[in-house]
């Protein structure tokens, strides 16, 4: 049996059981403490409203590596979270305040359903702003992912999102911009990346800061992967971590809702939505966070974590 990354977390968490099916080898405290190297001390700041499927899905990418990962998992404290049950929220995770003292290799800021909202407009924008300036002195890298990544751009670098006349749902082929990025290394001439948001960020805006590199685009979808220049940022607005059957849960959402959706683009075969959609993206999700743990989180920070930031 071949084994992934050790991902360490808590044993009742209900995404063990998932990725040990999966054949991801999940660490407990003893094994952990037995294990002669220190681990890497990754912190989610989760924002997606289903917390427990995207805990399994980002969890599930943190996988391919050698490296022994211990997650801290953080939910805003100025929101209340209806969708996830308060049990698990009580459980498993943790907020801002608990762990502004602390430092940590690397950290994850996912997407939120709320891109049409004014970032300002946004019931923890204030929370949210204190964790990025935050980053800056206690974070080796932080790791943005679609609304995560357009509040990152406007709060660090003043870049606005714009509006799109219809929501950009699908998945897309995309290609490298700046091909001897470590971040894509390994990958292929064209990719294919899921895609679910209403806003997005202009490329020229990118091109255009002196502090920013534009690392992949689509024609179709745009901007996908920018980052700092000194590597500390890293915007991806994408979902590259999706399950197969995400974009099929908010397409029967959207519908059940009385929305009228359009049918996800290149994603149902034959874009038949009674058909199963079938993951083309997999292999390239895996690498973009596996070189993102390998360049920018282990090869970069110090071993001793006091001195992450100075």
């Given at each position: 049996?071949?084994?992934?990354?050790?991902?360490?977390?808590?044993?009742?968490?209900?995404?063990?059981q998932i990725l040990q099916d999966e054949n991801i080898f999940i660490m407990d405290d003893n094994r952990a403490m037995h294990q002669d190297i220190r681990?890497?001390?990754?912190?989610?700041?989760?924002?997606?409203?289903?917390?427990?499927?995207?805990?399994?899905?980002?969890?599930?990418?943190?996988?391919?590596?050698?490296?022994?990962?211990?997650?801290?998992?953080?939910?805003?404290?100025?929101h209340e979270s209806k969708n996830t049950p308060i049990e698990h929220l009580q459980s498993f995770y943790t907020t801002f305040e608990h762990i502004k003292?602390?430092?940590?290799?690397?950290?994850?800021?996912?997407?939120?359903?709320?891109?049409?909202?004014?970032?300002?407009?946004?019931?923890?924008?204030?929370?949210?702003?204190?964790?990025?300036?935050?980053?800056?002195?206690?974070?080796?890298?932080?790791?943005?992912?679609?609304?995560?990544?357009?509040?990152?751009?406007?709060?660090?670098?003043?870049?606005?999102?714009?509006?799109?006349?219809?929501?950009?749902?699908?998945?897309?082929?995309?290609?490298?911009s700046d091909p001897y990025c470590p971040l894509v290394r390994g990958f292929d001439h064209e990719f294919m990346v899921p895609h679910s948001r209403h806003?997005?960020?202009?490329?020229?805006?990118?091109?255009?800061?002196?502090?920013?590199?534009?690392?992949?685009?689509?024609?179709?979808?745009?901007?996908?992967?920018?980052?700092?220049?000194?590597?500390?940022?890293?915007?991806?607005?994408?979902?590259?971590?999706?399950?197969?059957?995400?974009?099929?849960?908010?397409?029967?959402?959207?519908?059940?809702?009385?929305?009228?959706?359009?049918?996800?683009?290149?994603?149902?075969?034959?874009?038949?939505?009674?058909?199963?959609?079938?993951?083309?993206?997999?292999?390239?999700?895996?690498?973009?966070?596996?070189?993102?743990?390998?360049?920018?989180?282990?090869?970069?920070?110090?071993?001793?974590?006091?001195?992450?930031?100075?």
């Open positions: 049996m071949i084994e992934n990354m050790p991902i360490k977390i808590p044993n009742d968490l209900p995404a063990k681990p890497l001390h990754i912190a989610i700041l989760n924002l997606m409203p289903l917390k427990e499927q995207t805990e399994t899905q980002l969890l599930r990418m943190l996988s391919n590596s050698p490296l022994q990962i211990e997650v801290t998992l953080l939910m805003p404290e100025t003292d602390k430092k940590f290799d690397g950290m994850i800021i996912t997407g939120a359903p709320i891109e049409n909202l004014p970032f300002e407009g946004v019931t923890y924008w204030d929370e949210l702003t204190e964790i990025l300036e935050w980053t800056k002195k206690h974070v080796t890298s932080t790791f943005h992912i679609c609304w995560g990544a357009q509040a990152g751009l406007y709060y660090h670098y003043g870049i606005k999102k714009l509006p799109l006349k219809d929501k950009l749902h699908g998945v897309f082929k995309h290609s490298v806003t997005t960020v202009s490329e020229e805006d990118i091109v255009r800061h002196d502090k920013l590199r534009l690392i992949s685009t689509s024609e179709e979808a745009g901007l996908y992967i920018a980052m700092s220049k000194d590597d500390k940022q890293i915007f991806v607005t994408g979902h590259s971590e999706y399950d197969p059957e995400t974009l099929k849960q908010e397409y029967e959402r959207d519908k059940a809702r009385g929305m009228d959706p359009k049918t996800p683009h290149f994603y149902f075969p034959n874009d038949d939505d009674t058909k199963e959609p079938e993951s083309t993206w997999k292999s390239h999700a895996h690498l973009l966070y596996s070189n993102w743990l390998n360049y920018y989180v282990y090869q970069m920070t110090p071993y001793l974590m006091e001195e992450i930031g100075e």
